[in-house]
Structures are given as C-alpha cells and as structure tokens.
T-cell receptor, first 114, second 115 residues
Framework: AQSVTQLGSHVSVSEGALVLLRCNYS??????LFWYVQYPNQGLQLLLK??????LVKGINGFEAEFKKSETSFHLTKPSAHMSDAAEYFC????????????FGDGTTLTVKP | GAGVSQSPSNKVTEKGKDVELRCDPI?????LYWYRQSLGQGLEFLIY????????KSGLPSDRFSAERTGGSVSTLTIQRTQQEDSAVYLC?????????????FGEGSRLTVL
C-alpha cells in the first residue's frame, strides 16, 4: 500500500522568494518518488524523480527535492521563485510491486506574486 | 507521435449518453495509463495497459467504465450511461516500459462535462 500527502493545497510566495512544497509519503516497499507540474490546460510534466540513487535530486527549471527516509518526506524546493513557476504541483509515489499504479497527492497550487 | 495525444479535448454530453475518449501514446511506449482528475482533486488511477492487456482494472469506478487497447498503441476509454459525477478531466499517460515505473508522459487530457 502507498499514499501521498501534500501539505497545503495553496502556497503563495513573492517573486524571488524561496519555494517550498511539502510532500510526505507512505509505502510498504522502497519507493520511487516524483514531482510533476501542471500548467493551466496542459498535461502533467515530470519535474524530477527519486529512484534510490542520490537523495538530493535536481530537476528542471531550478527545482530540487530531497528524499528523507527518516521523515518519509520528499519536499520540493526552489531558491528563487519566478512568475512562470505559477502552476499546480503533484507529488507521486510508486513501487515495484505495483508497477504502473502511481499514487498522486491532491496537488498544491503555487501562486507567485510580483 | 511526438507526444501523447488525446481526443476530444472537450466533450459535453447529456446524462445517460455514452462517451468514448481516445488516447494515442508516444510511439514505442508499451505501457499506457488512464487517470481521472476531478476539480480540485488529485489524480485517480483508473487502469493501465502493458501492451494490449490490462493486468489491473481495480481503479475503474464502476462497470459503466471500460477500456481497451489495440495493436499495442491507441486506447479507448468508454463510459456508458454517463452520470454527472463522471464530469472530470481524463488524463492518459504512457511510458516506455513498466520498468520506467512512474515516469509518465501525459497528454493534455479530455475534459468531460455531463449535463
């Protein structure tokens, strides 16, 4: 069994400020973890993934996430927000015992204020 | 194709009608997935295909929902006797193989509105 909890359905930051989107997971097997971004009227796009290699994962558009097993967390960060980062972000977990059945969080909408 | 293609992009139908949603995955991708995204909610897994077979149909909400995939390529999601609660965006995704577990390439979705 697996699940994902994204803390905060809406996050608002000022342009240039730190972005922190929180994700906690549970999984009965070593997890694969993902962050996807969804811009308005578009499909989801992979930002980054963790697959048991380095615990600090760098993705596209300056985002990164750190896998912390002890905290069962995979928070997404970006040092300096840009207006173009405004979108909805989804954390997802998958495991090798249920291939193809990724579980997604409810999403966090990021608003960037000028 | 270059990306996952879904059609129609928008569908408005009356309660009780049947609808078909189509997904054309990235060429060469053997795994195909259907998700449902309701307003303000996350993605709900519906079904996935490995080739033409669907090992796991447990996510289909009811027996009004069915899906098939032919030729290891195009997939069709069919909803019979639509209900208002079926209104959602239906997202299709594909991956090269199941070994790429979780790294999904998504289409733009089909927005279904049931009146």
């Amino acid at each position: 069994a697996q699940s994902v909890t994204q803390l905060g359905s809406h996050v608002s930051v000022s342009e240039g400020a730190l972005v922190l989107l929180r994700c906690n997971y549970s999984s009965s097997v070593p997890p694969y973890l993902f962050w996807y971004v969804q811009y308005p009227n578009q499909g989801l796009q992979l930002l980054l993934k963790y697959t048991s290699a380095a615990t600090l994962v760098k993705g596209i558009n300056g985002f990164e996430a750190e896998f912390k097993k002890s905290e069962t967390s995979f928070h997404l960060t970006k040092p300096s927000a840009h207006m173009s980062d405004a979108a909805e972000y989804f954390c997802a977990v998958s495991g090798n015992t249920n291939a193809g059945k990724s579980t997604f969080g409810d999403g966090t909408t990021l608003t960037v204020k000028p | 194709g270059a990306g996952v293609s879904q059609s129609p992009s928008n569908k408005v139908t009356e309660k009780g009608k049947d609808v078909e949603l189509r997904c054309d995955p990235i060429s060469g991708h053997t795994a195909l997935y259907w998700y449902r995204q309701s307003l303000g909610q996350g993605l709900e897994f519906l079904i996935y295909f490995q080739g033409n077979s669907a090992p796991d149909k447990s996510g289909l909400p009811s027996d009004r929902f069915s899906a098939e995939r032919t030729g290891g390529s195009v997939s069709t999601l069919t909803i019979q006797r639509t209900q208002q609660e079926d209104s959602a965006v239906y997202l299709c995704a594909s991956s090269l193989t199941l070994a790429d577990n979780g790294e999904l390439f998504f289409g733009e979705g089909s927005r279904l509105t049931v009146l």
